[in-house]
C-alpha cells in the first residue's frame, strides 16, 4: 500500500470544496510590474462564472501569442489575490518542470468553459 503525499491524508468533503474549472485564455500580456516574470491573463469560465482575471509566472515556456485560446484549469472559489497594481480572481494550475519552470494543466481535448474537475 502507497503512503499518502506530503501533505498527509485529507477527506473527500474537503476535495469537493475547491472548485477547479476549465477555461479559455483570452487575452494575455506582460506584467512588468511583477517582481518575478509573469503574465496578466483573462480566462473565459463560460455563462455561469464568465470572465476572470489571472497572473501567472509562465513566461519560461509560453509567451502571451501562444497562450490565446489555450484552455487551462483554474481554482475559481478561492479569494482574489492583489499582485502588485493587478487583482487576480483565479489560481491558474500548473506542476514545475525539471528546471523550475511553470507548465500549464490542462485537458487534452476541447471542452466546454466553466466545465468541472470530477
Given amino acids: 500500500m502507497s503512503s499518502p503525499g506530503p501533505q498527509g491524508l485529507i477527506a473527500f468533503?474537503?476535495?469537493e470544496k475547491v472548485d477547479i474549472r476549465v477555461g479559455t485564455i483570452v487575452h494575455a500580456e506582460a506584467f512588468p510590474e511583477a517582481?518575478?516574470?509573469a503574465f496578466?491573463?483573462?480566462i473565459d469560465f463560460g455563462a455561469e462564472i464568465g470572465e476572470k482575471?489571472?497572473?501567472a509566472q509562465i513566461t519560461e515556456h509560453y509567451d502571451p501569442k501562444t497562450l490565446l485560446g489555450r484552455q487551462v484549469?483554474?481554482?475559481v472559489n478561492f479569494p482574489?489575490?492583489?499582485i502588485g497594481p493587478f487583482m487576480s480572481e483565479v489560481l491558474?494550475?500548473?506542476v514545475l518542470d525539471g528546471q523550475?519552470?511553470?507548465v500549464l494543466i490542462g485537458p487534452d481535448q476541447a471542452v466546454a468553459n466553466g466545465a468541472r474537475l470530477m
Fill in 13 to 15: 468533503a474537503d476535495f
Fill in 35 to 37: 517582481r518575478k516574470p
Fill in 40 to 42: 496578466k491573463m483573462r
Fill in 53 to 55: 482575471k489571472s497572473s
Fill in 73 to 75: 484549469m483554474a481554482v
Fill in 80 to 82: 482574489p489575490r492583489q
Fill in 92 to 94: 491558474t494550475l500548473g
Fill in 100 to 102: 523550475g519552470a511553470v
